[in-house]
């Protein structure tokens, strides 16, 4: 880019000469600029000392445009109305737009969120790219870099002021199984659960997560636990090895809510651990706050979550513990 011939260019002169080409006449060019004739004229003054040519000549006919100043006609009206939409900013139509989006999701919330959120993107938006990115530390980091445009994360303790932070729901926490698994028989307590080996999935940010009670079971895993363990991050996966072990997971309840990924898999209750909660937010950084794409599929996310506030299913229903309360889950 030559910084130097831009340095030469006002603005006003451009739009002076748009008006000028328009019109063909300077009294009529400078009201509607809403200047003087005088200073009409030592803006066209201006112009032929920048474009080193007349622009215009004067005949019985009026003021005649130049071959230079016809050649400028051509880009002018163009590049202004470039410079308009980039200071007004563009109309934002959803069925139009082609571009990319950035989540970090962790796979045990999209397995619930995304299949009826990319239905309703597929019918609404059909060229976004939503790229999913489900192993993110430092998330608020990456949203103030522009790494990331959305997260949806269990609620951290703290959040700056430049974030944008909304509650999506909770949910209680569970022990899933295999729906013949020992534990699916009997009380549930730490030592019967000790017996088993456990998976742990993968969270990201857990340190800085925010729960409203102890939950050793998902940060250092089952007290006096002596049995091996599985560390995992792809959900999937790790309900696989549920199907096909005694292996025990513990995970948000809402997970049943997708049936067709959690078949043959069922929720008991966590040990004392029915009086808290995990809770579920959506943030963003405040620099894509006046954003018309981000406020839109912001809007398609608490949508897709209201519409998943469904009763739990029923294998859930039998076995969490009935005085966790009434909870809003995400999913």
Sequence with gaps: MDTKELAKIDLNLLIALQILLEEKNVSRAAERLFITQPAMSKTLSRLRLVFDDPLFTRSSHGMQ?????????????????????????????PSTF?????????????????????QRLQQQSPQLSLRIITRVENQLDELALGNLDFAVHIKQRDYAMEYQVEQLGSSPPAILVHESHPLTQG????????????????????????????????????????????EISHLLTALEVLRD???????????????????????????????????????????????????????????????????????????????????????
Excluded at 72 to 88: E, K, M
Excluded at 281 to 299: F, G, Q
Aim: aromatic share 8%; net charge neutral.
């Design 65 to 93: 445009p130049t071959p230079r100043a016809i050649e400028l006609a051509g880009d002018l009206g163009v590049i202004l109305g470039d410079i308009t939409q980039l200071v007004s900013g563009s109309r934002f139509n």
């Design 98 to 118: 082609k571009g990319e989006i950035n989540l970090a999701l962790s796979e045990y919330i999209g397995v619930a969120l995304l299949p009826p959120l990319m």
């Design 187 to 230: 009380e549930i307590s730490w030592e019967r659960l000790a017996q088993y080996p456990m998976v742990r999935l993968y969270i990201s940010d857990w340190e800085q997560a925010e729960i409203q009670r102890n939950t050793e079971i998902y940060s250092t895993g089952i007290p006096n636990h002596q049995r091996g363990s599985l």
């Design 245 to 331: 072990t005694d292996y025990f997971m513990p995970g948000p309840a809402y997970i049943l809510q997708n049936e067709a990924a959690t078949r043959g898999i069922t929720a008991l209750p966590v040990p004392d651990g029915g009086n808290y909660q995990l809770d579920y937010v959506m943030v963003a950084h405040k620099r894509t706050a006046n954003s018309p794409l981000h406020n839109w599929l912001w809007e398609q996310i608490r949508c897709t979550i209201r519409e998943l506030r469904t009763p739990l299913p029923r294998k859930m229903r039998q076995r969490i513990i009935a005085g966790s309360g009434d909870s809003t889950h995400p999913a």
